[in-house]
């Protein structure tokens, strides 16, 4: 299950409309083993397209080198779906190679960057099987510390 807190959530939301017609992607990193997902971070999708999402490969490294100086993980890795419903396409199972993170997608079809609801759906992918899992969202994110 996916506990997200309500400023997140409406983050990755935010971003999915603001980049509509074109997919959205990011990261929500979080403190390593912990499934706490804490820093959001939105991303370039350098493949501009509302088909398709790829994480630049420059910002990706620099996040990646931030992550682990800050003894993070990707928690929640994100994107959109522009047309389609919130659920890993083939490429999106392909592209899956963190194990411990939640792959949240958003379908922003029925109203595109206006007012509206959106689909919000996450699941686990591992070797290429996929799972829904619930998604929780919570008013403020767990302040507790792990030192």
Known sequence: MLTIDQATYDAIVAHAKRDHPDEACGVVAGPEGSDR??????????????????????????????????DEEPVVIYHSHTA??????????GLAMEPNAHYV????????????????????????????????????ADTRSTD
């Open 105 to 140: 997608l958003v379908s922003t079809r029925e109203h595109g960057n206006n007012e509206g609801p959106v689909e919000f759906r996450s699941y686990r992918i591992i070797d290429g099987e996929v799972t829904e899992e619930d998604v929780t969202v919570v008013t403020q």
């Open 37 to 70: 997902p804490e820093r959001f971070v939105a991303m370039v999708n350098a493949a501009g397209s509302p088909t398709f999402y790829e994480f630049d490969s420059t910002e990706l490294l620099q996040l990646y080198k931030e992550m682990d100086a800050r």
């Open 84 to 93: 389609t419903e919130a659920y890993p396409s083939r490429t999106d199972i």
